[in-house]
């Protein structure tokens, strides 16, 4: 049975998630281990359960996503795959990275691309790919529709939503998004996102004030 773990890393308080496939295989999406001392709890927890990771997903390019993706291939030679309309975010991450002022390797060469609607296996479970772009131009969910629950990067948060004021970001295309890619999705599917808590497409729909109907956020100003 396949198991989904999180990890929060780095400065930005982003989350990292490790599927065990259940047989000693496991899938790596969005590598944000930033510090040797985040790297080495990332490969003690693989280690001591025998894991050994055999692909990095990426729901989006965001330096936060990626900062262990360097970490990631030299250690398991894992080439992470990416939609391609986010490459252009992920060659230029290392230059923001510098503008805020992190450290950050130069992330390696990508593998395959992803691509909306493929299926990627992880053992017993299969990850449905979503495009989901408006936070970044060539973002992602994955769905795991037998288990219920999502990957969701920065679309949806906790009572919140991705940012929409970074290059390449439309606030248009977040809104058709969250409304097309997730909250089409059962009520009580799981988001797991790429910051904060976990929570569901149902309370989302009635207690995010930027997404439902009683509230002042960006779903109401785009319908009026």
Not at 91 to 117: I, K, N
Request: hydrophobic fraction near 40%; aromatic fraction near 8%; charged fraction near 20%.
């Amino acid at each position: 049975m396949t198991t989904l773990h999180a990890f929060t890393f780095n400065a930005f308080g982003e989350q990292t998630y490790l599927i065990d496939h259940g047989d000693g295989a496991a899938t790596v999406i969005d590598p944000g281990m930033s510090t040797k001392l985040e790297q080495e709890e990332f490969a003690k927890f693989c280690e001591e359960r025998g894991l050994e990771p055999v692909q990095c997903l990426l729901t989006h390019a965001h330096l936060d996503h990626i900062m262990g993706a360097a970490w990631v291939f030299a250690r398991w030679g894992l080439k992470p795959r990416l939609h391609p309309l986010d490459t252009a975010t992920y060659e230029q991450a290392p230059r923001a990275a510098a503008l805020y002022g992190v450290p950050m390797e130069d992330p390696p060469a990508l593998g395959s691309s992803l691509a909306a609607g493929e299926r990627i296996r992880c053992g017993s479970s299969e990850l449905e790919v979503r495009f989901a772009p408006g936070h970044a131009p060539g973002h992602v969910v994955f769905v795991e529709h037998q288990r219920g629950w999502i990957i969701g990067g920065d679309v949806l948060f906790e009572r919140s939503v991705g940012r929409t004021d970074l290059p390449g970001c439309n606030p248009e295309d977040l809104v058709n998004s969250i409304v097309d890619a997730l909250f089409s999705l059962p009520d009580d599917f799981e988001v797991w996102p790429g910051h904060g808590s976990v929570t569901t497409i149902g309370i989302e729909k009635k207690e995010n004030p930027f997404v439902n109907a009683a509230g002042t956020g960006m779903m109401q100003r785009e319908k009026s």
